[in-house]
């Protein structure tokens, strides 16, 4: 490949500079999202509930600098605050990823917990964490800033192949996601017919993603997988759970200017699952 081909494919997926929020960066996905845009070039500024000293050490081992502000997704008012200091001492958000979530296990059927058994109060907690703090709370509030940036911007939700394919046992978690595609394809028809057609929003489906978050569910005591987990490679064409560097490529290409006509979409990184039928 010449030079000439070269420093164009550069420059479409170029994001060095650019100022780069990432919601639930603490997270074991979120870790990976932070350290490809930051060995990427951008400016990365980490927005947690908790403080990710861990992360700061993990992402300064590789010469890479990150700005962290401690906010609760859940907290509007914090985090509009944080979103205006951000821009303030920052310069205009370029992108914002939408990585906090999680599941609950009293939200969660088993064999001892049926449906009707459910904890409505952690149901609608991980509805809320996963589609209030998760989506809509941080596009309001960072993306009022993103509005503001004549070069436009990118959002990026993060959804579920659970949101298109209910899957047992999480009941609260798929219809959260759901929602998110939802409000994700919403956000971005509102916002171009708004006066900011360059500002586009997005979001990722990852498959099953090994994480300590649901570990529990592919994974029994002594670390052996699961029925489950057994069942999900089966249905993974790929034959294998999704690493954390394996979102990365989908959420550089929604970043960057290679996706300057995509919005309103869902991009599915999954190994195969929602193509597969099982037979």
Known sequence: MDEQKLSYLDSIFDIKD?????????????????????????????????????????????????????????DRDRL???????????????????????????????SERTFFDLSIDEIEEVIALNLFGGAIIPCQSFGRQMTKNPNGGSIINIS???????????????????????FTKWLAVSVAQGGSPKLRVNAIAPGFFLSEQN??????????????????????PMGRLGSKDDLLGAALFLASAASAFVTGTVIAVDGGFGAFSGV
């Open 215 to 236: 570990r529990y569910l592919l994974y029994d005591e002594r670390g052996q997988p699961r029925k489950r987990c057994e069942s999900i490679i089966e249905h993974t």
């Open 160 to 182: 579920s192949m659970a949101a298109t394919r209910p899957l047992t046992r999480i009941v609260g978690y798929a219809a959260a996601k759901a929602a998110v595609e939802n």
């Open 80 to 110: 509009h605050e944080t979103a205006a200091t951000v821009e303030g001492k920052h310069g205009p958000i370029d992108v914002l990823i939408n990585m906090a979530g999680g599941n609950r296990s009293g939200a969660t059927t088993s």
């Open 18 to 74: 650019k100022t780069v929020v990432i919601t639930g960066a603490s997270s074991d996905l979120g870790r990976g999202i932070a350290r490809g845009f930051g060995l990427a070039g951008a400016q990365l500024i980490l927005v947690s509930r908790s403080n990710p000293s861990v992360l700061i050490s993990e992402l300064a081992a590789d010469n890479i600098v990150a700005f962290n502000y401690q906010a609760d997704v859940m």
